[in-house]
């Protein structure tokens, strides 16, 4: 594929705006300021100008399920994941944060639906082609003022989300629970976005991108409350997967639990992140990773809740050239959670499962050693071998 200025200019090996160009041929009968089909569910808030943001629901081009999840776009390409984005349309509609309303009470019903429900739209004019990428939410690519939103049909809402919902419950005990009952934290975002939990009088819409992270972050402390009972686990284990070229490494080693995670630009071999959670948690923003961290850690956490055991957690994350457009952060905790689902390597000390990473990364694992506030640390109730 032909490259654009700009594409050339940011060195990358694919042009998303030249798959937009060739999305927006094939669309473009279907974009009409009427228009009816499945929505995903989807509802996208805005940040900028908060508390005053652009919000709205998302709804089919083509009049056929989109993949919006992120258990669906996982294993799909760059280019595929392009082209299922830039098959949706979403509704801009703008007010307060705090605001009511038909259009606002009918997406939350279509957040809160288990499976997509068609819907009828009317924009106040035809919907255009806009890429925006963020390393948190997934991309949007068309978008328009909307009008109407009406479902065309009754959406399958979960008992628990409904007794949640019209209970008023706080958003972190909501979360909580429903992540208990087997709700992914992909769903539990929306329905922080969409303004459903907490008390009625006091609900409001939260930003998408705030509310991605806000959900991991809440998800991951539930789930590490409990991580800090379980029995410690008894020799390193490594965890990996390589998915758009990101190659995620989670080396876990025997004691209390603690989490470190580096990210590294392959395309800036020099640049290397490191943040840092100890057993009595953090309380500043992992500034330098944002969200990344969190839905990492929320997968860390998640793997180690299932096996039941408690650990040390150092995350190893070294991002690809090939990766050059942002498809959101559901890409780390995906890769995370597929490290998880495969067989760990075992090791009989430190020593052996570092020699493995140095085998397996592509920076020096010296780079890594020399940030590190796990890997070095020496404590005389440990017993294992030391690098």
């Not at 003022?145 to 005990?173: C, H, Q, T, Y």
């Not at 490494?249 to 590294?264: N, V």
Request: charged share 25%; aromatic share 10%.
């Amino acid at each position: 594929m032909k490259l654009c200025q700009e594409c050339r200019k940011a060195g990358r090996v694919w042009c998303p705006h030249s798959a937009a160009y060739e999305m927006k041929a094939r669309l473009s009968a279907s974009l009409k300021q009427e228009m009816f089909g499945p929505t995903p569910p989807g509802f996208f808030v805005g940040h900028s100008f908060y508390p005053k943001v652009f919000f709205g629901p998302m709804i089919s081009a083509t009049g056929e399920p989109v993949a919006d999840d992120p258990k669906q776009l996982y294993g799909m390409s760059i280019p595929q994941i392009m082209q299922s984005r830039l098959a949706l349309v979403r509704g801009m509609a703008r007010g307060e944060v705090g605001a009511r309303g038909r259009l606002l009470s009918e997406s939350q019903l279509a957040v809160m639906s288990i499976k997509p429900v068609d819907a009828e739209a009317k924009f106040s004019r035809q919907p255009f082609f806009k890429l925006e990428f963020d390393e948190i939410a997934q991309p949007v690519g068309v978008s328009a003022p909307i009008e109407k939103f009406l479902l065309a049909e009754n959406p399958p809402v979960p008992k628990k989300v409904d007794s949640a919902v019209s209970e008023g419950m706080e958003a972190e005990e909501a979360i909580g629970e429903l992540l208990a009952s087997g709700f992914d934290v992909h769903y539990l975002s929306r329905l922080l976005a969409a303004g459903l939990l907490g008390k009625p009088e006091q609900r409001k819409m939260v930003p998408t991108k705030w509310a991605i992270t806000a959900t991991d972050d809440i998800a991951a402390k539930r789930l590490i409350g409990h991580i800090k009972d379980f029995r410690q686990i008894e020799a390193p284990l490594l965890y990996s997967n390589i998915y758009l070229d990101n190659r995620f490494e989670i080396l876990l080693l025997p004691g209390s639990w603690e989490y470190e995670q580096f990210e590294a630009y392959l395309k800036s071999p020099g640049k290397i992140s490191e943040e840092h959670e100890p057993f009595g948690g953090r309380k500043k923003y992992a500034e330098s990773q944002g969200g990344g961290y969190y839905a990492a850690r929320f997968a860390v956490a998640e793997g180690l809740w299932k096996m039941g055991r408690q650990a040390k957690a150092v995350v190893f994350r070294e991002i690809g050239e090939k990766y050059d457009v942002p498809v959101g952060v559901w890409e780390v905790r995906e890769n995370v959670r597929h490290a998880f689902s495969q067989p760990p390597e075992k090791f009989s000390s430190l020593k052996e499962a570092l020699a493995r990473l140095s085998a397996k990364l592509a920076l020096p694992i010296s780079n890594y050693l020399k940030k590190s506030r796990v890997l070095l640390q020496r404590r005389l109730d440990e017993s294992w071998d030391r690098f």
